[in-house]
């Protein structure tokens, strides 16, 4: 069967290397999928989203990958950066009202 | 950046004392909600307003009230702070439709703390 990637509460990086942060959602019906990038002292910031009948979505840097077959949500960060080290939330909406995945601590090592 | 004003940033109070955080936009945003983020917890939403006087529940309202008067200003009061209310609110608006991601800008937040 297909594996799946497990969330982390954290995930150490080196520098220059790939990073994946996975995120399992709970409602089926979710419209739109979001991750958020919270950097200490701040409020989240919109990194990338996806609608739900996509399953690949690229930006800057940043892969956000869908499986809704296992309510699965997953973050790829290229070439990761210091400046990348920062908490990292997914949230599912539905109807306006977005609930929060459990956040990934991400450390980018020098 | 968005505009996303809370007040206060900071506020230390004691039990059974009301507790009133403001947040103001300048984008003219239709929906703003108060979330707490507390470790082990992530973001959870306390309650959201679609419209002027029109607010609703979130997952962890108790203790909790809102009031909305104008498009700009969301307010959240705790009417007898408790030590469990000890937390970093966050305010956040967006422009959510049925097509569209509903994108949240956030506050900087608002961190109390409830002796």
């Known amino acids: 069967g297909e594996s799946v990637g497990l969330h982390l509460p954290t995930l150490s990086v080196q520098e220059g290397d790939n990073s994946i942060i996975n995120c399992a959602y709970s409602?089926?019906?979710?419209?739109?999928f979001i991750w958020y990038k919270q950097e200490s002292g701040k409020g989240p910031q919109f990194i990338i989203d996806?609608?739900?009948?996509?399953d690949k979505r690229q930006g800057q840097r940043v892969t956000v990958l869908l499986n809704k077959t296992v309510k699965h949500l997953s973050l790829q960060i290229a070439a990761t950066q210091p400046g990348d080290s920062a908490v990292y939330f997914c949230?599912?909406?539905?109807?306006?009202?977005?609930?929060f995945g459990d956040g990934t601590t991400l450390t980018v090592k020098p | 950046d968005a505009g996303i004003t809370q007040s206060p940033r900071h506020k230390v109070t004691e039990t059974g004392t009301p507790v009133t955080l403001r947040c103001h936009q300048t984008e003219n945003h239709r929906y703003m909600y108060w979330y707490r983020q507390d470790p082990g917890h992530g973001l959870r939403l306390i309650h959201y307003?679609?419209?002027?006087?029109?607010?609703d529940k979130g997952e962890v309202s108790d203790g909790y009230s809102v009031s909305r008067s104008k498009t700009e200003d969301f307010l959240l009061t705790l009417e007898s702070a408790t030590s469990s209310q000890t937390s970093v609110y966050f305010c956040a608006i967006s422009e959510s439709t049925g097509s569209n991601t509903g994108e949240l800008f956030f506050g900087e937040g608002s961190r109390l703390t409830v002796l």
């Open positions: 409602n089926s019906a979710s419209d739109y």
């Open positions: 949230a599912e909406n539905m109807m306006g009202k977005s609930t």
């Open positions: 307003s679609y419209g002027v006087k029109d607010t």
């Open positions: 996806i609608r739900s009948n996509m």
